[in-house]
């Protein structure tokens, strides 16, 4: 049953699940949770947002920019060595 499902929003063009996004992967790889994310964001978010941005739900571009934002704060906000900053194409395998 859940197939059909499937099937029908694919075929409506509702389907918003774009699967695992890089951004998860940069975060498991710099062990970096989503409360870290929400720390360093200048504009309001949930935690909702950010596990739907890793696990790949359409986000609004403007989302995916807040998100960016954040992750770019979080990194500079650890010292470390200087990163040069992450981009939409970095993050996100999709366009909002």
Same mark, same amino acid.
């Given at each position: 049953?859940?197939?059909?499902?499937?099937?029908?929003?694919?075929?409506?063009?509702?389907?918003?699940?774009?699967?695992?996004?890089?951004?998860?992967?940069?975060?498991?790889?710099?062990?970096?949770?989503?409360?870290?994310?929400?720390?360093?964001?200048?504009?309001?978010?949930?935690?909702?947002?950010?596990?739907?941005?890793?696990?790949?739900?359409? $986000?609004?571009?403007?989302?995916?920019?807040?998100?960016?934002?954040?992750?770019?704060?979080? $990194?500079?906000?650890?010292?470390?060595?200087e990163?040069?900053?992450?981009?939409?194409?970095q993050?996100?395998?999709?366009?909002?």
């Amino acid at each position: 049953m859940s197939d059909e499902i499937d099937d029908e929003s694919k075929e409506n063009g509702n389907d918003r699940n774009m699967g695992a996004q890089p951004l998860d992967a940069l975060m498991t790889d710099h062990a970096m949770s989503n409360h870290e994310l929400l720390a360093a964001s200048p504009e309001p978010m949930t935690h909702k947002a950010v596990q739907r941005a890793r696990k790949g739900r359409r $986000l609004t571009r403007h989302m995916q920019r807040r998100m960016i934002e954040a992750f770019n704060r979080a $990194l500079q906000a650890r010292g470390g060595p200087e990163l040069p900053p992450f981009n939409l194409e970095q993050l996100f395998n999709y366009r909002g």
